[in-house]
């Protein structure tokens, strides 16, 4: 079954501090791996979008990295800021019918 | 910068009642897609729709849900008769480019059944 689970389900952090975030899944066929950030009561805005052939992409301060052969991603964010707190979502798009398989998401606060 | 717009942002309903979400894409996107995100849940495929035809759907768009381009620019959503499981948020999405090229989300239309 195609899948997409991520960790952890929350995390808290202090303004300034780094953090990463993981998913993994289980997709195929594969096309692509998606992060979004989504604010709470608005739709999600894309971050990055990698490829199978891509193993590392950057956004600003998101960097996200695709390991294909284990089906991980990372999304790591640098010098985190209170406008930072939101919902990450992996998305990866693929399957038998090739739409976009969402995770649950990971709940971020950052604390001042 | 260009932005997928939907209406209403919030639309309240009795069971039993139909209606109709609406949604403008991005001017020169040409695939359009609705998904769903029930409260606290992850956000779900519904449909894909690429000229002017359904492209995909998932088993949660069963026969009281459909989708059409009425006036060439609009791209609505309609649940026939609705059920207290339909409520939800129901996020529109477009881009340029086929399935696995980027999407980009409006708002969201909340829906609540009562």
């Known amino acids: 079954k195609n899948q997409v689970e991520q960790s952890p389900q929350s995390l808290i952090i202090l303004e300034g501090k780094n953090c990463t975030l993981q998913c993994n899944y289980t997709v195929s066929p594969f096309s692509n791996l998606r992060w979004y950030k989504q604010d709470t009561g608005r739709g999600p805005v894309s971050l990055t979008i990698m490829t199978f052939s891509e193993n590392t992409k950057s956004n600003g301060r998101y960097t996200a990295t695709l390991d294909a052969d284990t089906k991980q991603s990372s999304l790591h964010i640098t010098a985190s800021q209170l406008s930072d707190s939101a919902s990450y979502i992996c998305?990866?798009?693929?399957?038998?019918?090739?739409?976009?398989?969402f995770g649950k998401g990971t709940k971020l606060s950052v604390k001042p | 910068e260009p932005e997928v717009t939907q209406t209403p942002s919030h639309q309240v309903t009795q069971m039993g009642q139909e209606v109709i979400l609406r949604c403008v894409p991005i001017s020169n996107h040409l695939y359009f897609y609705w998904y769903r995100q029930i409260l606290g849940q992850k956000v779900e495929f519904l449909v894909s729709f690429y000229n002017n035809e359904i492209s995909e759907k998932s088993e949660i768009f069963d026969d009281q849900f459909s989708v059409e381009r009425p006036d060439g620019s609009n791209f609505t959503l309609k649940i026939r008769s609705t059920k207290l499981e339909d409520s939800a948020m129901y996020f529109c999405?477009?881009?340029?480019?086929?399935?696995?090229?980027?999407?980009?989300f409006g708002p969201g239309t909340r829906l609540t059944v009562l």
């Open positions: 998305v990866v798009s693929g399957g038998s019918q090739g739409n976009l398989i």
């Open positions: 999405a477009t881009g340029w480019w086929r399935d696995d090229g980027e999407q980009f």
